[in-house]
């Protein structure tokens, strides 16, 4: 914003008012509201070893959804402390990522 611009803004945000019948103009000030608001989650989630990962992450979003918010992520299966590959086999411990 140029110092023109920027000028312009602040006059169209100041507030007339009268003190001692003379006029004098205050600035109004503008509160920021939040236009997104996120939280990061870091976690584990147990389920019954039954439960496949494509039934919990349908699950999840389906809840994350049913709320009217939206998920950016991924999920990786652990068993026993130890990351799934996609192949099945056992993957990193997960504390070696620490």
Same mark, same amino acid.
Request: glycine content about 10%; charged content about 35%; proline content about 3%.
């Given at each position: 914003?140029?110092? !023109? ?17 003379? !006029? ?15 939280? !990061?989650?870091?976690? /584990? ?52 990522? /620490?």
């Amino acid at each position: 914003m140029n110092c !023109e611009k920027t000028h312009l803004y602040k006059k169209q945000h100041q507030q007339p008012i009268e003190e001692d019948g003379q !006029e004098k103009t205050i600035k109004r000030r503008k509160r920021r509201s939040a236009v997104r608001k996120e939280f !990061e989650i870091q976690g /584990c989630i147990e389920v019954p070893p039954e439960v496949t990962e494509d039934e919990f992450w349908n699950a999840f979003i389906e809840f994350v959804e049913s709320k009217g918010w939206s998920f950016g992520g991924g999920i990786r299966e652990i068993q026993d402390g130890y990351y799934i590959l996609a192949d099945g086999s056992r993957g990193q411990y997960v504390l070696d990522e /620490c």
